[in-house]
């Protein structure tokens, strides 16, 4: 029996294909959900989901959450703010006196999954379909896979969260032929993605999203909200996270209500907090959020080659989806009312099960044609990024590059893998490298075919063949993100010795390419409103413009910084000019 | 490669409903995908690669000729202005994109939306100019169908080489439209 999984960055569910049914499982106290939250005691074992939740504010240093956000990442890429160590470097969580890989983390997660329903099944699971953003590139579906894997799990299939959200929508709608968008805002990711759904075979023709973008950002903008309100600095890690937990409270209050009363009991020592929050006002610091999604839903639908009059539906998924500004959205954006049929918090797992029961053969006349979201290619001489396989293509898939030796005798070349939608190949993800090994021969006699295959988890493999021998080789593509134990030994040490390193130095040549960005910009900002300004408004701007130059010259950073700052305030009125005039 | 209008089960001509291709996929490809029991990997990307082709009018084109030489490459004598009113256009746009992702400063941000602003009102007028070429196009493969299978083989290259760039431009201005907004939102 296969298990469908959805891993998410807030809750986590598990469940298999039961009498011709998807059934969620659940744990001994009746919940199906499952908090995605680690915490490490000092000597036991760690303690998961509601076990450890109620560590969270208790000991925030031994808790993990929201660890999909570091799965597959490298330090200096969204989402591994915190986390120390060398950029460019695959991220690690330092726990207390534990050095942990994202991948350890969710393996706990996973293995909790696997006990619930090993409990309820009285039998052993083995395998598992586990789900992902549609978003997520290689590394972070490999890591996934990874996770997987240390949590004892045969993983048959990794499936995009929006695809498994259409099967989900789809298993009761079989005899249908109708084109739909999936809508999924979870608790870190956003996906969109167009899917054609025709007589059981759900083809996606296109998606788009952002792995850091959900309601964990929508969290802490109401932190900041409800910080700015109450005028509390918070001092503490403890306090700091009980604030996001009522920030979290309050949204799903008000997801319902139109006002909703916070109160927090010596958040500060001598300090209790009582305030009244609006809808209105939580609306206000979520948009700019949430209208992110639009130019991704827009991006889809042109690959789709869909418009939003041809869409018989969409379908919303994700917890964040509660929230009736989100609703307001999408049906802004598509211009119909969203359907809500689909549990949010359940929709993904039932068709993980689903896809499970497609793997199984249980479930007959079912197919899922998905494709991979980021176009993959190689990097070129001049710095280029050559596509391969471009974004959107059905997986599985193939693509074949010959090579050949630039010098007479030479033993390999080096390609570096890339994945993403910019032009030039710096811009991209850098999956990793791989070396082409050539036997000897004069210059341009070897010939290698380099076959590119992404399986049906979106996840690439690299295959060699040598058309004179015929030999066949898997070359490695080694990743830049994949840990080593002694890796993560040196990367200790490492961090330690860089952690001093000349920061003032570096905060100074920041704040250096801004002025130098800033005081041409005033000048040509001065030149176009000219008759707009008083004489003593443009006299006083250029006296702080002034006081910037000359603290450039002086080297003192904090002088630097209070003058940027003076004339970044001095020009807000400006720039709010100049959008006013642009509109006009 | 396989013959993929054979492969869809389809008839060999230039004028093919997407919608037609796409069923004809989707029932193939229930079957074929591997998950299913009897799929293939190997022939569901031929399928894949299959529908992919005839979906792109130019290499459908292609496909129906017996021996297509490679494209000229040269650019249609017809859309020359077109062209270098798009490579101005694409060049532009980037440059400001990126000079809008690269700014520290609200100040420095607010100065690119005029430019920005009369830049996509000029790309708008491309996208129009662009859509007309390709009606012109369209009633040409129109008549091509109409006749078929009496061709002639430089005729169906260049149309196929015209629609080529004519997708490939729309695409191109389209995905700077959406970022040139982006500076507005």
Known sequence: MIAGIDLGTTNSLIGVFESGFPTLLADSDGNRLTPSIVFYPEREKPLIGREALRYHAISPERTVASIKR????????????????????????????????????????????????ETRLGCEISKAVITVPAYFNDAQRAATRKAGEIAGFIVERIISEPTAAALAYGLDRLQDRSKIAVYDLGGGTFDISILQLDNGVFQVLSTHGDTMLGGDDLDGEIASLIKRRAKVIPASSQ???????????TKETLSSKELCTIRLPFLQEDKSLELTITRTEIEAVCAPIISRTRMYCLKALEDAGVLTSELDEVILVGGSTRMPLVRKYVAEIFGKVPDLTQHPDEAVALGA???????????????????????????????????????????????????????????????????????????????????????????????????????????????????HSGEEEILEVTSAVEVSDEAVESMLAGSL?????????RIFTENRLKAEEMLPAVETALKQLSFELSEAEILQIRDYAAEVTAAMESKETARLKNALSSLDNATQSLATRLIERAMR | MPDPFSLLGLVRRPLIPEEMIGNAYRQKAGTLHPDQPGGDAGAFRELAEAAATLKDPSRRLRALLENPAHSSARIPPEASDLFLKVAWILQYSDRLSLQYTTSYTSLSKALLRAPAQSLLLELNSTLLQLQTWRAALDQELELLDLGWPSHDQVGVLGLADSFAYAVRWAAQLRERELALQEIFS
Do not use: Y
Not at chain 1, 239 to 249: G, M, N, P, S
């Open chain 1, 70 to 117: 570091q799965m597959g990442r490298r330090l200096g890429e969204p989402g591994t703010e915190g986390l120390s160590g060398r950029k460019g470097d695959p991220a690690v969580l330092h726990v207390a006196d534990r050095v942990l890989t994202p991948e350890e983390v969710s393996s706990e997660i996973l293995k909790r999954l696997k006990n619930i329903a």
């Open chain 1, 239 to 249: 306090e700091e996270i009980r604030l996001r937990e009522t920030a979290r409270t």
């Open chain 1, 353 to 467: 099960i689903i896809q499970a029961a497609i793997l199984e053969g249980t479930l007959r006349n079912v197919a899922l044609l998905d494709v991979t979201p980021l176009s993959l290619g190689i990097e070129t001489f001049g710095g280029l990024m050559n596509v391969i396989i471009p974004r959107n293509t059905s997986i599985p898939t193939k693509a074949g590059e010959m090579f050949t030796n630039a010098v007479a005798g030479q033993s390999c070349m080096k390609i570096n893998v890339l994945q993403g939608e910019r032009e030039l190949a710096a811009d991209n993800w850098l999956l990793g490298n791989f070396e082409i090994p050539f036997s000897p021969s004069s210059k341009g006699a070897a010939r290698i075919g380099v076959q590119f295959s992404i399986d049906a988890d979106g996840i690439l493999q690299v295959l060699a063949r040598d058309t």
């Open chain 1, 497 to 505: 010795e860089h952690a001093l390193d000349d920061m003032d130095a």
